[in-house]
């Protein structure tokens, strides 16, 4: 099957929102996010980008179907929520692009899709004179009992990318998990690269 990934913005992204809203809530219910999501928070959290005239979503289709979404929007865009996180680590929210999320159902995967989400995602930053680029990535503990045993970790692949970990600069996030009675706060771990 063949794939076409494409840069939407504007009305275009406009129209994607809410497939982008049922796909995070498909994908980020596997681990290691274990989120047990709903399509009134997803339609309140993508407003976001609606509201944003920097904002691009990459869409992975095949045929008319989106399969696969990744997400940016300046960081700044988000000041209120992470703003504590980079308190103290010297970096200008107004100079970093924020890659949100990537999400692509299984089937999809192992094609090189997600190092294109990169690509679409870090031109369309340079373009718009970002200097650095990051995105965060939940921390779970390693004998977490949902914990799939083939789990593999993406970290090689940021790393390939050009991506590190920044260090103590980590956000914190409520949501509730498929396995449990209510929200819970989970810390995600901030990565950067320079452009």
């Given at each position: ?10 009305a ?15 994908v980020?219910?596997?681990w ?106 939940v ?40 396995d ?16």
């Open positions: 099957m063949s794939l076409r990934i494409e840069a939407l913005t504007g275009a992204l406009d129209a994607a929102l809410e497939d982008v809203a049922r796909l995070r809530i498909t980020f219910r596997d290691p996010y274990l989120y047990d999501g709903n399509l009134e928070y997803e339609r309140s959290y993508l407003q976001s980008y609606r509201d944003s005239d920097k904002a691009v979503i990459v869409g992975a289709f095949d045929g008319n179907t989106l399969v696969g979404v990744a997400t940016g929007t300046p960081l700044s865009d988000h000041a209120d929520d992470f703003a504590a996180a980079f308190s103290g680590s010297g970096i200008d929210l107004a100079t970093v692009f924020y890659c949100a999320e990537s999400v692509l159902l299984p089937d999809y995967r192992g094609r090189g899709v997600g190092h294109a989400f990169f690509d679409l995602r870090e031109t369309h930053a340079r373009k718009l004179g970002y200097l650095k680029s990051a995105f965060c990535a921390q779970r503990p390693a004998d977490h009992p949902l914990r799939p045993a083939n789990y593999r970790p993406l970290d090689a692949f940021w790393r390939k990318r050009g991506y590190a970990p920044l260090e103590n600069v980590a956000a914190r996030f409520s949501w509730k998990d498929v449990q009675p209510a929200e819970s706060s989970k810390s995600l771990q901030f990565w950067i690269r320079d452009l």
